[in-house]
């Protein structure tokens, strides 16, 4: 089955930029109908959506985040990507990618997720 | 963006006894298909999140049928039948309706 993997570096400094890449296994991230986000949390607290991409390379980011996020999608190495900007401590997280269903809803079900990686902003 | 409220953040309960968790929607969740577009998912000590349930009721493959989900509108709520020790972790529910997607502030359920 559809399996996916989060790497990138695990410590960021500060006002640099935050890469993670999301490799997905066992499927073409190309074929069905899904949609592929990124999601982070923050240690002890709660999930934070924070933008996804289709396959066309349609994309919606977080307007919290928005100025700041970049996802791309690289079909040939069945990957897809985020970048987040002018990092601060308060980036700090475990950032998890996921597959999402598409449909109708304007975010379908999140059902395939990464073990997540855990990202620290710190000079 | 819509706000996700869960209550209780924290829960301890018996093996076997049931457990029941509400979330509230600031806004209603009910799309104009007719489908109402709220999730369940179980963050299990140290793993990420897994779907349990979608569209307020229905269950996701192999989740057990211990979990049910009911609801319309902007009140909902997750019930286990008899809580087994593999069902500890924090429980959020998220809203699909509006972006950006949005999740509760999550519960907390431990075994006594």
């Known amino acids: 089955q559809v399996q996916l993997q989060e790497s990138g570096p695990g410590l960021v400094k500060p006002s640099q930029t935050l890469s993670l890449t999301c490799t997905v296994s066992?499927?073409?991230?190309?074929?069905?109908?899904?949609?592929w986000s990124w999601i982070r949390q923050p240690a002890g607290k709660g999930l934070e959506w924070i933008g996804r991409?289709?396959?066309?390379?349609?994309?919606n980011y977080n307007p919290s985040l928005k100025s700041r996020v970049t996802i791309s999608v690289d079909t040939s190495k069945n990957q897809f990507s985020l970048k987040l900007s002018s990092v601060t401590a308060a980036d700090t997280a475990v950032y998890y990618c996921?597959?999402?269903?598409?449909?109708?809803?304007?975010?379908?079900?999140?059902?395939?997720w990464g073990k997540g990686t855990t990202v620290t902003v710190s000079s | 963006d819509i706000v996700m409220t869960q209550t209780p953040l924290s829960l301890s309960v018996t093996p076997g006894q049931p457990a029941s968790i509400s979330c509230k929607s600031s806004?209603?969740?009910?799309?104009?298909?007719?489908?109402?577009?709220l999730y369940w998912y179980l963050q299990k000590p140290g793993q990420s999140p897994q779907l349990l349930i979608y569209?307020?009721?229905s269950r996701f493959s192999g989740v057990p049928d211990r979990f049910s989900g009911s609801g319309s509108g902007t009140d909902f709520t997750l019930k286990i039948s008899r809580v087994e020790a593999e069902d500890v972790g924090v429980y959020y529910c998220?809203?699909?309706?509006?972006?950006?997607?949005?999740f509760g502030q999550g519960t907390k359920v431990e075994i006594k």
């Open positions: 991409i289709y396959t066309s390379g349609s994309t």
């Open positions: 998220m809203q699909g309706i509006h972006l950006p997607p949005t």
């Open positions: 996921a597959r999402g269903v598409e449909g109708i809803a304007v975010a379908g079900a999140m059902d395939v």
């Open positions: 569209e307020v009721s």
């Open positions: 066992g499927g073409s991230i190309s074929s069905g109908s899904y949609y």
């Open positions: 806004q209603s969740l009910l799309h104009s298909d007719g489908k109402t577009y």
